[in-house]
């Protein structure tokens, strides 16, 4: 599976942004994916994951303001950011999570977009 994220930008605070992953192969529908991101100097994080059956969860830093879905037949997993705040600036991933932990994942990270809010 090759994951690649884009759709980022530059975005005023309190301002919306969505970002698609296209992800290869033939498992889709049967996976799980996450996003995940990446704020400079600072560890990857997870934001948040979706299961093969449509089921989410959302870490508390983005909950309330962040959406995440997914269109198997376009193989895209989406991640709508509303009311974007200056500390959401990252680079953001897509990935799919491990069984054991969702803040681990279980391929090669592909190419991230960047996300960059102004205050």
């Known amino acids: 599976v090759q994951l690649q994220a884009y759709g980022g930008g530059l975005v005023q605070a309190g301002g919306s942004l969505r970002l698609s992953c296209a992800a290869s192969?033939?498992?889709?529908?049967?996976?799980?994916f996450g996003w995940y991101r990446q704020a400079p100097g600072m560890t990857r994080e997870l934001v948040a994951t979706i299961s093969s059956g449509g089921s989410t969860n959302y870490e508390d830093l983005v909950k309330g303001r962040f959406t995440i879905s997914r269109d198997n037949a376009k193989k895209t997993v989406y991640l709508q950011m509303n009311s974007l705040k200056p500390e959401d600036t990252a680079v953001y991933y897509c990935n799919i999570p491990h069984n054991i932990s969702p803040h681990w994942v279980t391929k090669s990270w592909g190419r991230g977009t960047l996300v960059t809010v102004s205050s």
């Open positions: 192969g033939s498992t889709f529908r049967r996976d799980d």
